[in-house]
């Protein structure tokens, strides 16, 4: 029996559909019988493959999110998931011409990799030459820069190049062959892995259904729905557990062998030690539906799909795990053997694909549910009043400007507080969108820009609103009750607007793009940009009502 995720992997790699990519010459060759893989090639595999999953998806993914919609336009229950559904599926479109990345947050780039014994490169240090290939994949392709480094216990600074990113490389058998699993993993989706040290007594029916019904509720839509959820029970160690959290989340567990109902122990011991349960992946995917979540704004499509997956444990330990792929869903395999760099096969053409399986998307000024436009160049009171007109969930277009500022923003506002000093005259005059866009691609007006999760600013929410200040914000994801009495105290609004659709709210959405403050904090610095008719649902209100 084998304990390790190898040999689903490597069936996982079995299923999958690869093309040879040209790499000008760099070719492995054989010296004395094991082969020889110039380390630059690394750096192609990489940059190649990081481009590659920011602006194009895989076929699985793409045909999960069109079922979905179409589902949901047949489903006559109240809910938005067709219109998030339908932004999503607009957004791979313009994502695919290769300017504007699927999301804002083109992630944290995880790299893991299984090496042959019978393959070498010379180099010392495969971890740098990959490395070197994501640094370039982030300059070329305009890409976000998220990563922060640490110049002191509490001061920090953005690396400028997304590195360092996280690489793990593991040996792996005798067929002379290098394989990957490119990953790039956004903040918000990553927030949602949770790890319980639980015991012995969850593994009973009612205890574990009562457990999964409280944590899938809790994820809440922060992390931009419809997700790829996985639950994992067991593993000899949480490191363990969590590590397969993560490779299952990508996909790359998927081959692993189901219970069967009545199994002996004889041939449980002769199967794979990591083990999935169809029977709790289907109440799993049942919860979801009844949270009444839906894609983002309620419904039923809080889940795509989900993989419940059993591992051996320490008779003292029962470490449990849920994690989640967001809808910008990132994760490419790749390999180099004799031949050269293999990469995995993604629609490149997602219009015709949509359209083969008659598909037919919708702008969001078609969409006859909308209620009406809203400009914010009236002036925060006049918008409160305007708002206060709608009921929580109601749709709107909204155009004007606004402040696009996020966390290491809100810092420095904060700090400003806290050594007597006022606040920018910026804070009084505009509606605040929680946002950090992508660089900005040649000719257009800014980066990918999506919301960025609105909880993150809630500990700001009393020093600000009591001065006048966010009394209009938009970003995504529910938000503390706290915040929601604020509203109500200082009659303020929170909207939401969708998550995972960046390509799109950039490409359509945005008209104007100022620098004001703080360029020094990178993709957090403080924007002034103009939007028309940008898609927000009221989330909470001026009576404190929401949505979630």
Same mark, same amino acid.
């Given at each position: 029996?084998?304990?390790?995720?190898?040999?689903?992997?490597?069936? $996982?790699?079995?299923?999958?559909?690869?093309?040879?990519?040209?790499?000008?010459?760099?070719?492995?060759?054989?010296?004395?019988?094991?082969?020889?893989?110039?380390?630059? &090639?690394?750096?192609?595999?990489?940059?190649?493959?990081?481009?590659?999953?920011?602006?194009?998806?895989? @076929?699985?993914? %793409?045909?999960?999110?069109?079922?979905?919609?179409?589902?949901?336009?047949?489903?006559?229950?109240?809910?938005?998931?067709?219109?998030?559904?339908?932004?999503?599926?607009?957004?791979?479109?313009?994502? $695919?011409?290769?300017?504007?990345?699927?999301?804002?947050?083109?992630?944290?780039?995880?790299?893991?990799?299984?090496?042959?014994?019978?393959?070498?490169?010379?180099?010392?240090?495969?971890?740098?030459?990959?490395?070197?290939?994501?640094?370039?994949?982030?300059?070329?392709?305009? &890409?976000? &820069? =998220?990563?922060?480094?640490?110049?002191?216990?509490?001061?920090?600074?953005?690396?400028?190049?997304?590195?360092?990113?996280?690489?793990?490389?593991?040996?792996?058998?005798?067929?002379?062959?290098?394989?990957?699993?490119?990953?790039?993993?956004?903040?918000?989706?990553?927030?949602?892995?949770?790890?319980?040290?639980?015991?012995?007594?969850?593994? @009973?029916?009612?205890?574990? @259904?009562?457990?999964?019904?409280?944590?899938?509720?809790?994820?809440?839509?922060?992390?931009?729905?419809?997700?790829?959820?996985?639950?994992?029970?067991?593993?000899?160690?949480?490191?363990?557990?969590?590590?397969?959290?993560?490779?299952?989340?990508?996909?790359?567990?998927?081959?692993?062998?189901?219970?069967?109902?009545? @199994?002996?122990?004889?041939?449980?011991?002769?199967?794979?030690?990591?083990?999935?349960?169809?029977?709790?992946?289907?109440?799993?995917?049942?919860?979801?539906?009844?949270?009444?979540?839906?894609?983002?704004?309620?419904?039923?499509?809080?889940?795509?799909?989900?993989?419940?997956?059993?591992?051996?444990?320490?008779? $003292?330990?029962?470490?449990?795990?849920?994690?989640?792929?967001?809808?910008?869903?990132?994760?490419?395999?790749?390999?180099?053997?004799?031949?050269?760099?293999?990469?995995?096969?993604?629609?490149?053409?997602?219009?015709?694909?949509?359209?083969?399986?008659?598909?037919?998307?919708?702008?969001?000024? =078609?969409?006859?549910?909308?209620?009406?436009?809203?400009?914010?160049?009236?002036?925060?009171?006049?918008?409160?009043?305007?708002?206060?007109?709608?009921?929580?969930?109601?749709?709107?277009?909204?155009?004007?400007?606004?402040?696009?500022?996020?966390?290491?923003?809100?810092?420095?506002?904060?700090?400003?507080?806290?050594?007597?000093?006022?606040?920018?005259?910026? %804070?009084?005059?505009?509606?605040?969108?929680?946002?950090?866009? $992508?660089?900005?691609?040649?000719?257009?007006?800014?980066?990918?820009?999506?919301?960025?999760?609105?909880?993150?600013?809630?500990?700001?929410?009393?020093?600000?609103?009591?001065?006048?200040? =966010?009394?209009?914000?938009?970003?995504?994801?529910?938000?503390?009750?706290?915040?929601?009495?604020?509203?109500?105290?200082?009659?303020?609004?929170?909207?939401?607007?969708?998550?995972?659709?960046?390509?799109?709210?950039?490409?359509?959405?945005?008209?104007?793009?100022?620098?004001?403050?703080?360029?020094? &904090?990178?993709?957090?610095?403080?924007?002034?940009?103009?939007?028309?008719?940008?898609?927000?649902?009221?989330?909470?209100?001026?009576?404190?009502? =929401?949505?979630?």
């Amino acid at each position: 029996m084998r304990g390790g995720f190898e040999p689903l992997v490597e069936e $996982a790699f079995k299923q999958t559909s690869f093309e040879l990519i040209d790499t000008e010459g760099e070719r492995p060759r054989f010296i004395d019988g094991r082969l020889f893989i110039p380390p630059g &090639l690394l750096s192609q595999a990489a940059e190649e493959g990081f481009r590659r999953l920011s602006f194009f998806f895989r @076929e699985s993914h %793409l045909a999960m999110l069109a079922e979905q919609l179409a589902l949901a336009e047949n489903d006559k229950k109240p809910g938005n998931d067709g219109f998030v559904l339908n932004a999503l599926l607009r957004n791979a479109v313009i994502a $695919a011409k290769g300017e504007l990345a699927l999301c804002q947050d083109t992630g944290t780039a995880v790299i893991y990799g299984w090496k042959s014994e019978n393959v070498f490169t010379g180099s010392g240090d495969d971890d740098a030459w990959l490395e070197s290939g994501i640094g370039a994949a982030y300059k070329k392709n305009n &890409l976000r &820069l =998220s990563q922060i480094g640490a110049s002191s216990f509490l001061d920090e600074f953005n690396t400028g190049n997304n590195l360092p990113a996280q690489i793990q490389i593991h040996a792996s058998g005798k067929n002379p062959v290098y394989r990957f699993l490119f990953i790039a993993k956004g903040g918000g989706s990553s927030n949602k892995t949770s790890l319980f040290s639980m015991t012995k007594s969850l593994l @009973e029916e009612q205890a574990f @259904e009562k457990f999964l019904e409280e944590k899938i509720k809790a994820l809440g839509t922060a992390a931009c729905p419809p997700y790829r959820l996985a639950v994992v029970v067991g593993g000899t160690s949480p490191e363990f557990n969590l590590e397969a959290c993560k490779l299952a989340s990508a996909e790359a567990l998927d081959s692993a062998p189901y219970f069967e109902p009545g @199994e002996d122990k004889e041939k449980s011991a002769s199967l794979p030690w990591i083990r999935r349960d169809k029977q709790w992946e289907e109440k799993a995917m049942s919860i979801g539906r009844r949270t009444g979540l839906g894609a983002q704004f309620g419904g039923s499509s809080l889940l795509l799909d989900a993989r419940v997956l059993r591992l051996p444990r320490h008779a $003292a330990s029962c470490p449990v795990s849920i994690g989640v792929s967001c809808a910008a869903h990132r994760n490419l395999y790749a390999y180099i053997d004799s031949e050269g760099l293999h990469l995995e096969k993604t629609v490149t053409d997602p219009a015709k694909f949509l359209k083969e399986r008659g598909i037919n998307l919708k702008t969001f000024d =078609s969409n006859t549910a909308i209620i009406k436009r809203i400009s914010v160049n009236k002036g925060i009171k006049e918008v409160c009043k305007e708002l206060s007109n709608f009921n929580v969930g109601d749709k709107i277009l909204l155009s004007g400007k606004l402040l696009m500022a996020r966390d290491a923003a809100h810092l420095k506002w904060h700090n400003l507080l806290k050594e007597g000093k006022a606040l920018p005259e910026y %804070l009084y005059a505009y509606p605040v969108y929680y946002a950090g866009p $992508a660089a900005t691609p040649p000719g257009k007006v800014i980066g990918s820009l999506g919301p960025t999760t609105a909880g993150r600013m809630d500990p700001y929410g009393e020093e600000f609103m009591s001065r006048g200040c =966010s009394l209009v914000t938009v970003a995504k994801g529910n938000r503390s009750a706290e915040w929601k009495k604020l509203c109500s105290s200082y009659g303020a609004f929170y909207l939401g607007t969708i998550g995972g659709a960046a390509a799109l709210l950039s490409e359509e959405n945005v008209t104007g793009n100022e620098l004001l403050d703080y360029p020094e &904090l990178g993709m957090e610095a403080v924007r002034l940009i103009t939007v028309k008719d940008l898609p927000v649902f009221i989330i909470i209100d001026n009576k404190g009502n =929401s949505l979630y």
